[in-house]
T-cell receptor, first 117, second 116 residues
Framework: AQTVTQSQPEMSVQEAETVTLSCTYDTSENNYYLFWYKQPPSRQMILVIRQEAYKQQNATENRFSVNFQKAAKSFSLKISDSQLGDTAMYFCAFMKHYPYNNNDMRFGAGTRLTVKP | GAVVSQHPSRVICKSGTSVKIECRSLDFQATTMFWYRQFPKQSLMLMATSNEGSKATYEQGVEKDKFLINHASLTLSTLTVTSAHPEDSSFYIC????????????FGSGTRLTVV
C-alpha cells in the first residue's frame, strides 16, 4: 500500500518570501504520479502542480516548483514570492500509473500554510 | 475545464434519516468516481470507488450498507448516507479522472453533512 507523509502540520511565511513544504511517500511502484493540491477555506480542491515519476526534471508552475527525489521518495513544494492568496491547506498526493483512469489518489495529512502580510 | 458539480453543498438532517449527495460530471463522461470523506482539519480519506454500471468498491472499514453508492450513468454518481448518525457528520468530496490521468482528477466542491 502507498502512504504519503507530510510532517509539517502548520507553517507560516511572510508575504513575498519563499516557503518549502515537505512530503515523503512510500511505494513499491516504479511509475506513478505525484501531486500537490491546495484547499483554501472554500474547501474546493485545486491542483497546484503534478510530477510524473519517470521524468527526472522537476515540475514548475509559475511561482510553484517541486524538488522530486525519486530515490529518497521525497516530493517537496516550493512557493516563491508568497501571496496572501496562497493561504490554504496543502495536500501531497500519490497516484499509481496503472491501470489508467481507475487509480485513486492517496493523500498526506496536509500542511496548513499561512501567509502573513 | 472539466467540472464536477456536487450538491448539496450543505445539509443538515436528523438522526435516522437518509441523505443523498450527487456528483455530476459536466462536459465529460465520468466512468469512475471516487468518494472521499474529510474530518475537520484532517486529510481526505478514500471511502469508495464507483464505476458506471457496476458495484462500487469500498475501502476497508467503510460500511457499504450505510454508504450506498450508485453510478447509474456516465455523468452521475450518488452517495446516500442511510440512517445517519451524528458520527456521520463530515465533509464529503467526490472526484473523477478527466481524460489523461496525467492531469490528475477534478474534484467536486464538497458537501458538509451535519447530523443532529
Amino acid at each position: 500500500a502507498q502512504t504519503v507523509t507530510q510532517s509539517q502540520p502548520e507553517m507560516s511565511v511572510q508575504e513575498a518570501e519563499t516557503v518549502t513544504l515537505s512530503c515523503t511517500y512510500d511505494t513499491s511502484e516504479n511509475n506513478y504520479y505525484l501531486f500537490w493540491y491546495k484547499q483554501p477555506p472554500s474547501r474546493q480542491m485545486i491542483l497546484v502542480i503534478r510530477q510524473e515519476a519517470y521524468k527526472q526534471q522537476n515540475a514548475t508552475e509559475n511561482r510553484f516548483s517541486v524538488n522530486f527525489q525519486k530515490a529518497a521518495k521525497s516530493f517537496s513544494l516550493k512557493i516563491s514570492d508568497s501571496q496572501l492568496g496562497d493561504t490554504a491547506m496543502y495536500f501531497c498526493a500519490f497516484m499509481k500509473h496503472y491501470p489508467y483512469n481507475n487509480n485513486d489518489m492517496r493523500f498526506g495529512a496536509g500542511t496548513r500554510l499561512t501567509v502573513k502580510p | 475545464g472539466a467540472v464536477v458539480s456536487q450538491h448539496p453543498s450543505r445539509v443538515i438532517c436528523k438522526s435516522g434519516t437518509s441523505v443523498k449527495i450527487e456528483c455530476r460530471s459536466l462536459d465529460f463522461q465520468a466512468t469512475t468516481m471516487f468518494w472521499y470523506r474529510q474530518f475537520p482539519k484532517q486529510s481526505l480519506m478514500l471511502m469508495a470507488t464507483s464505476n458506471e454500471g457496476s458495484k462500487a468498491t469500498y475501502e476497508q472499514g467503510v460500511e457499504k450498507d450505510k454508504f450506498l453508492i450508485n453510478h447509474a450513468s456516465l455523468t452521475l454518481s450518488t452517495l446516500t448516507v442511510t440512517s445517519a448518525h451524528p458520527e456521520d457528520s463530515s465533509f464529503y468530496i467526490c472526484s473523477a479522472p478527466v481524460g489523461n490521468t496525467n492531469y490528475g482528477y477534478t474534484f467536486g466542491s464538497g458537501t458538509r453533512l451535519t447530523v443532529v
